[in-house]
Each structure stands twice: as C-alpha cells, then as structure tokens.
C-alpha cells in the first residue's frame, strides 16, 4: 500500500480569443431521397462558395456531419425526406460574424440553420503551460500543509495524472422563417478564453 499523500491542485490561465467557429447547417426536404441529396448539396456549395467568396479559406470550411432520413410527423411518416449537412466555420476575424451570416443566408434562404458559435484560443499550448504550473503549485502547497498537520515531511513525486478543459462562450441561434438580411455588425464580444488545468499528484513521505 502506498504512503504518503494524494491531493488535487487546480490552475487556471486566460487570454484573448483570436479565432471565431462557427456551426451552419443546410437542410432541404424533397418527395425523394435522390431529390433530397442532390437539393442539400446544391444549397451546400452555394453556401460555401458565398463563404469563399467573403475570404473564407477553403481549408477553414468542415463538413462535420451528413444526414438523410424520413420525416415523421407523430409516428407516423411523411411522404417527403430531409437531407441535411451540418458545416464549421474558422475565421480570425472576429467582427466580421454578421457578415458571414448575410452571405450564407443570401445563398441558402431559408435552408440554412445558424447552430452556434463560439470564441476560442488557435494555440493553447502557451495557456497550457501556464495552467499546468499553477496546479502542480497549488497541489504541493496543500500536500504541504496536510503534512505539517500530520506530523510529516513531503518526499518526492511518485504519480502525477492531468484532467484539464476549456470555458468558452457558446451562443445558439434559430433563424426563423425568414432569409431576411441581418445587421452585418451584429455585436458578439469575444471576451477572455480560459483553460483549467487539475493535476492529481502523489507524494511520498520524507
């Protein structure tokens, strides 16, 4: 059986969100399936071309899902069937959302579906950095004190194990039945990304 003391110390590092995701997805509902896949995937390209064409790279342009399957309405089916793609959108510009969202809006009508959007830190390993030193201090100060109040000295580290996760600002949206255009300044504010780092460490008795 192992001595000594096992304690969990968290740490927590912030900075400015520099990159803007956004999720869209494209629906449409046809008589047949072949109509249904063919019908989504025209709306699709129009909407990444739209993209494109507001400086959107192609590589930061996902599809992350796609569906068909048949509408119901209670338990019973309906005639008709829905096809849909589900896209991810990256953008560093973080004033530039309602601009985005015109230009999908104007390419799919009132086929395109706003998902949600969230800020978000590119490279976070600099955060990860800082998060994980605050933890592994605060973990030792407190092995230190559970000691002292025992009666014992700390020796060394004979475990460590790392959780960590990320707070960011998620926002949903429905659009309705309209594909009227939307205030191309439309205020979202970054604001500060954190990430939080729990170390569970493990110290032997001096």
């Given at each position: 059986?192992?001595?000594?003391?096992?304690?969990?110390?968290?740490?927590?590092?912030?900075?400015?969100?520099?990159?803007?995701?956004?999720?869209?997805?494209?629906?449409?509902?046809?008589?047949?399936?072949?109509?249904?896949?063919?019908?989504?995937?025209?709306?699709?390209?129009?909407?990444?071309?739209?993209?494109?064409?507001?400086?959107?790279?192609?590589?930061?342009?996902?599809?992350?899902?796609?569906?068909?399957?048949?509408?119901?309405?209670?338990?019973?089916?309906?005639?008709?069937?829905?096809?849909s793609h589900m896209l991810i959108v990256t953008t560093k510009d973080l004033t530039g959302f309602g601009r985005l969202l015109n230009a999908a809006v104007g390419a799919a009508g009132n086929s395109?579906?706003?998902?949600?959007?969230?800020?978000?830190?590119?490279?976070?390993?600099?955060?990860?950095?800082?998060?994980?030193?605050?933890?592994?201090?605060?973990?030792?100060?407190?092995?230190?004190?559970?000691?002292?109040?025992?009666?014992?000295?700390?020796?060394?580290?004979?475990?460590?194990?790392?959780?960590?996760?990320?707070?960011?600002?998620?926002?949903?949206?429905?659009?309705?039945?309209?594909?009227?255009?939307?205030?191309?300044?439309?205020?979202?504010?970054?604001?500060?990304?954190?990430?939080?780092?729990?170390?569970?460490?493990?110290?032997?008795?001096?």
């Amino acid at each position: 059986m192992d001595t000594g003391v096992r304690v969990v110390g968290s740490g927590q590092a912030g900075a400015p969100a520099d990159v803007l995701r956004v999720s869209f997805s494209v629906e449409h509902v046809a008589q047949d399936v072949a109509a249904a896949v063919s019908q989504v995937a025209q709306r699709t390209d129009a909407v990444v071309a739209a993209l494109r064409d507001q400086g959107v790279e192609a590589d930061d342009i996902s599809t992350t899902a796609v569906n068909v399957y048949q509408e119901h309405k209670g338990l019973e089916p309906s005639a008709g069937y829905r096809g849909s793609h589900m896209l991810i959108v990256t953008t560093k510009d973080l004033t530039g959302f309602g601009r985005l969202l015109n230009a999908a809006v104007g390419a799919a009508g009132n086929s395109l579906g706003l998902q949600g959007l969230h800020f978000d830190v590119d490279d976070k390993t600099e955060l990860l950095v800082r998060a994980r030193e605050l933890a592994f201090r605060h973990a030792r100060e407190k092995a230190e004190e559970l000691a002292a109040l025992a009666g014992y000295s700390l020796g060394s580290v004979t475990s460590i194990s790392e959780t960590h996760h990320q707070d960011f600002l998620a926002q949903s949206a429905s659009l309705g039945g309209s594909a009227a255009k939307f205030d191309s300044g439309l205020n979202i504010t970054p604001g500060e990304q954190t990430v939080q780092i729990a170390l569970e460490v493990h110290f032997s008795w001096a």
